[in-house]
């Protein structure tokens, strides 16, 4: 309930009235699970303003995948990631350890859930798309019927990006793609989402172009 109305009053408000957000391919948007959506990651409100994409229905089944020395590092940010943003944690140190730090996520989609992921792995300088991290393919490898949904923000990084602290309102594009499947070999997922992202890039540069 708590999770519900934080999106309700704060997170919806915020995304949708404050900045006001544009979306195409909506009807591509996932609202069940197991489905991972992938989007670039340019802003503190890249979470936010994906989540704001689905109706309250479906919120609680929507969880972003976070790391875990970051947001749990003390008890107050640990319950509100946990509790209200409702994210999975990643243990990254579990790597080191020769662990598959994946196996959470891979629990919450054998429960249904629609997982957030930013595979360029943190914020990247503003509308700039940094190269895309592999894991998300071996995410895939474990569970190859999983579809993949492609987003790509255009905007976020001028409202709140990388190492600022105050937001400034700027209207947001948001481009969803069709889903992607594994296509039977991790490199062969990663061109073909790089390609994805590109693709729903060139959309976002074409309409401002024309504005």
């Not at 992921?117 to 998300?136: A, D, V, Y």
């Amino acid at each position: 309930m708590l999770r519900t109305l934080f999106y309700l009053l704060f997170v919806k408000p915020l995304v949708l009235v404050m900045l006001g957000i544009s979306v195409r391919g909506r009807e591509h948007l996932p609202m069940s699970g197991p489905a991972i959506v992938v989007a670039n990651h340019n802003s503190h409100l890249d979470t936010m303003a994906l989540m704001s994409l689905f109706p309250l229905s479906v919120i609680n089944k929507v969880h972003p995948v976070a790391a875990a020395d970051y947001f749990l590092r003390n008890p107050i940010i640990k319950w509100f990631a946990l509790n209200i943003a409702g994210i999975i944690p990643l243990e990254r140190r579990m790597r080191e350890k020769g662990c598959d730090i994946f196996i959470p996520v891979i629990e919450a989609l054998d429960c249904g859930s629609i997982v957030i992921i930013f595979p360029e792995g943190t914020r990247g300088e503003p509308e700039t798309m940094s190269k895309l991290k592999n894991g998300i393919s071996h995410l895939l490898s474990e569970r190859p019927d999983v579809p993949v949904i492609p987003v790509f923000f255009h905007g976020l990084g001028k409202c709140l990006p990388k190492g600022e602290v105050i937001l400034v309102p700027f209207f947001i594009d948001a481009f969803i793609g069709e889903p992607l499947y594994w296509a039977g070999g991790r490199q062969l997922f990663m061109d073909a989402l790089v390609e994805r992202m590109h693709e729903l890039q060139k959309k976002a540069v074409v309409i401002d172009d024309f504005l």
